[in-house]
Nanobody, 123 residues
Framework: VQLQASGGGSVQAGGSLRLSCVAS???FSWNAQGWFRQAPGKDR?????????????NYADSVKGRFTISRDHAKNTVYLQMNSLKPEDTAVYYC?????????????????WGQGTQVTVSS
């Protein structure tokens, strides 16, 4: 499966962006998908994850209440709606897929990764 992330851009603090991750090839598995981000000079960190059914989600404390992960089964797409953006949200955002169940925040638990999309939030 190939994952293609898009939707990044530049926005002022307080603004919103919606990232998309489309799976090609065989499509998303019926397990879990996640979003991670990597800021300049920092390690990649967990942002959010969801089962494909949407029955279970997990968010990093830093984005709870501001970001929402969702999916469109018909479009084979996972979204990350980002509201009330802050300068510290500036990073390259990656989508990932896990071949097993569980909305784990550990990047080593994810099997497929998309290329990143840049999000820049200015103050």
């Amino acid at each position: 499966v190939q994952l293609q992330a898009s939707g990044g851009g530049s926005v002022q603090a307080g603004g919103s962006l919606r990232l998309s991750c489309v799976a090609s090839g065989r499509g998303f598995s019926w397990n879990a998908q996640g979003w991670f981000r990597q800021a300049p000079g920092k390690d990649r960190e967990f942002v959010a994850a969801s089962t494909w059914s949407g029955g279970d989600t997990n968010y990093a404390d830093s984005v709870k209440g501001r970001f929402t992960i969702s999916r469109d089964h018909a479009k084979n797409t996972v979204y990350l709606q980002m509201n009330s953006l802050k300068p510290e949200d500036t990073a390259v955002y990656y989508c990932a897929e896990r071949q097993r169940m569980g909305v784990t925040p550990r990047e080593e638990d994810y099997d497929y990764w998309g290329q990143g999309t840049q999000v820049t939030v200015s103050s």
